[in-house]
Each structure stands twice: as structure tokens, then as C-alpha cells.
């Protein structure tokens, strides 16, 4: 790969960033209108940004965001789980590649984070001397010597779009405010498979591994590591290498649309189960399952049965995954099976994950079975019996 890569930089929160910067990149590359992207995005509020089947109620404090005035949004692309960030939760770098121009990158989402974050760990090891370690799917992990165990210090994440696909991770530098403290939650099935239990006690940052021991102070040190960090690994990943680039006028009207879009309480709501079917329609029995693979995706399933029919049907989590609108399109597929009908089930399913089925190059979600999610369906639906 001998043609450098365009390298631009922004400020921004990270709901405009997830919810504008990135799909809006996304599409452009698809649209061969832009080069293939590094960007870097330096912070200048708090914000939350939902993964596409992130649900707003379950995955947040919902009541405690609004009430201290953090932006919320949920975006299209599907790629892992909640995001709060703040000033010190940077800097935010989103990688974006044409995926027809590029055959020799993996476009499986699991194989772009084993890929980058392989390489990254060396790189972070070696520059800070200290034990970091990558864990499939998307942990980047510190070894914290006090608690004797590894901790997340840093969001990662990759999906494909338009054609096109990307990657993202953001690095804890700075103590986490009170205030995260108050807006994220704990959901149990999602830490089904970890030894600490609480978002606060698995996540940890650099700050206070000491790296950044004066935190904020050093926030224009911690944004020029980060960019060396970054290109370095991207080259050792995927010998990528930049030139300064700008950004185009139609790529902020790109994001000026999407954000239009994505900040609305109805998009926000709209992958939301626990208000969907907070009342249960007379006749209606919902069922419910989850699975959390250990080091991968949690998937919720909700299935509304009317008689011996699938009436209704939703899955929320957060899940690593290309093309993001999947499974959303297998909800539509299901609906109307009968729920007992596991071979048409699992046909369904089938189609999805297969080549020249739902889509030409099939679905690929990390670390997720064909077999385990039609599993989990037949589960809810066996559970709307018990309900």
C-alpha cells in the first residue's frame, strides 16, 4: 500500500462524532468522494452516543443524562456498546476505506479489531513500558498491579456502511468525572462475563496507571502521543501512512444531516424494548432471552407472540457488526413464523449470515454464531410461554 492516507482533525463531542462525523466519512468513501481517512477528533463537551442496538433505558441512566443536560444520540453504525466521553476521553480517531479499492483489508469486523489492536498493544507496551494487552473482541486492557487484574482503557470499534468501513478507539486518559459516574450503568447480563461487575471498577484510565499523572493539565501532551500512537499503529497493522488533508464542505453538510436525524427523541427511542413493550397488548405474551459471549457481543431478544405467531420481534446489545442494518432487516424476516417453526427460523437466519443472501457478502458479527442466534430466538419464544 504505497498511497498515503488524508489526515484531518476536528472538535467535536462524541455524539456529533458517532452520530455526523462517522457515517457521514462512511458514506463519502463509499460515494468515492473522499480519500481513504484518519481523523482525529479532540473533545469539548460530555456526551453519550448509543451503538445502533443500544437500548436508551437499559444501557444508560436516561433520567440522570437529561437531568445534568448531556447530549444523547444514537447512531447507524453498529459498533459495540454505550459511549460516554468527556474532555481527557481522547483524542476520538476514526480509520475509513473504501472496501472495493482495498481487498487486501479484512472487512470482517473481528479481523480489522485483531489486526489494529494486536498491533496497538505492542505499540502502547513498548512506548509506556507497562503491561497492555489486546482481548477479542474489542478490549484493550491495563494490568492494574493494586486490584491484581486486567481493566478497559479504551473504546474500540468496527463496522462497515455504504460499502465502506471503519474503525474507532478512544483511549481513557483522565479520570472519570462524577458525572459518568452518575450517567452509566451496570446491566448485569452484560457483565455476566467478567470479574468486575461494574462499569466504573472494569474500566480505568491512564491517569491513574501513571502515565498522565497531572490528568488534564497535560491534555496537549496526551493529544500528540496519541496521534504518534495511532499512526504507528496503523502503519504496523496495516502499513498505512498520512499526508495532511482537509476536510470538504459537503462532508459537514453530510454530517449536518445526520445528526438532524439522529439527535431526535424518536430515532433515540427507537431500538428501545423496554419502552416498546412496556405495555403488553391483551392477547400478547412477550418472551425474553439474552446471551453474553465471554470476551464478545451481548444480544438481547424480545419476542412478542400473539396465538402460536411471532407477532413482534426486537434485539438490542451491542454487537461488532457489518453492513449495521441487519438485524433489523431479519426482525421483518421474522415476523409472522410461527414460534415453534425452528427450521424456518433458522432458514431465516441462514439467509442473513450467508453470501448472496441478505446481502452479497453476507454478515459478519464478531464472535457471533449463525447457531447461537437462532438459539437465543427460539429461547424468547419458548420463554413467551412462561411469561
Not at 459537514?252 to 433515540?268: A, C, D, G, R
Request: proline share 5%; hydrophobic share 40%.
Amino acid at each position: 500500500m504505497t498511497k498515503k492516507w488524508r489526515m484531518v482533525t476536528t472538535t467535536t463531542d462524541v455524539a456529533d462524532w458517532y452520530s455526523g462525523f462517522i457515517p457521514a466519512a462512511l458514506r463519502a468513501t463509499a460515494e468515492g468522494k473522499i480519500p481513504d481517512t484518519v481523523a482525529f477528533y479532540y473533545l469539548d463537551k460530555p456526551a453519550i452516543f448509543l451503538q445502533r442496538y443500544c437500548d436508551v433505558l437499559r444501557d444508560i441512566n436516561y433520567e440522570a443524562a437529561v437531568e445534568n443536560g448531556i447530549k444523547i444520540t444514537r447512531g447507524i453504525v453498529a459498533g459495540g456498546g454505550v459511549i460516554y466521553a468527556e474532555p481527557g476521553s481522547e483524542p476520538f480517531v476514526g480509520l475509513v476505506w473504501n472496501k472495493d479499492k482495498h481487498p487486501e483489508l479484512p472487512s470482517a469486523p473481528d479481523m480489522v479489531l485483531m489486526k489494529i489492536l494486536g498491533a496497538g498493544a505492542d505499540v502502547l507496551s513498548e512506548r509506556y513500558k507497562l503491561p497492555i494487552r489486546y482481548r477479542p473482541l474489542n478490549d484493550m486492557e491495563i494490568w492494574d498491579p493494586n486490584k491484581k487484574t486486567w481493566r478497559k482503557f479504551m473504546g474500540c470499534g468496527s463496522s462497515g456502511l455504504f460499502n465502506a468501513m471503519g474503525f474507532a478507539w478512544f483511549p481513557n486518559c483522565t479520570k472519570p468525572s462524577e458525572l459518568m459516574r452518575k450517567v452509566l450503568v451496570s446491566p448485569a447480563e452484560k457483565f455476566a462475563d467478567k470479574v468486575l461487575k461494574d462499569v466504573m471498577e472494569r474500566g480505568w484510565n491512564l491517569e491513574e496507571a501513571g502515565v498522565y499523572p497531572k490528568g488534564l493539565e497535560e491534555i496537549d501532551r496526551i493529544r500528540q502521543d496519541w496521534v504518534e500512537i495511532t499512526l504507528q499503529t496503523f502503519k504496523k497493522a496495516f502499513g498505512i501512512e498520512v499526508e495532511e488533508g482537509k476536510w470538504e464542505d459537503f462532508e459537514f453538510q453530510y454530517v449536518k444531516e445526520f445528526t438532524k436525524q439522529f439527535h431526535s427523541e424518536q430515532w433515540i427511542f427507537a431500538r428501545s424494548a423496554e419502552k416498546k413493550f412496556e405495555e403488553i397488548p391483551e392477547g400478547t405474551h412477550l418472551g425474553k432471552a439474552f446471551l453474553k459471549i465471554s470476551g464478545g457481543p451481548l444480544i438481547r431478544t424480545y419476542v412478542l407472540r400473539e396465538g402460536d405467531t411471532i407477532k413482534d420481534i426486537m434485539f438490542t446489545g451491542t454487537l461488532q457488526m457489518a453492513p449495521g442494518d441487519a438485524l433489523e432487516k431479519l426482525e421483518k424476516e421474522l415476523i409472522g413464523l410461527k414460534v415453534k417453526d425452528v427450521a424456518s427460523i433458522r432458514e431465516k437466519v441462514n439467509w442473513m449470515f450467508r453470501k448472496g443472501g441478505m446481502y452479497p457478502e453476507g454478515v459478519q458479527i464478531g464472535m457471533l454464531e449463525e447457531s447461537q442466534l437462532v438459539d437465543i430466538i427460539v429461547q424468547a419464544c419458548k420463554q413467551s410461554y412462561e411469561s
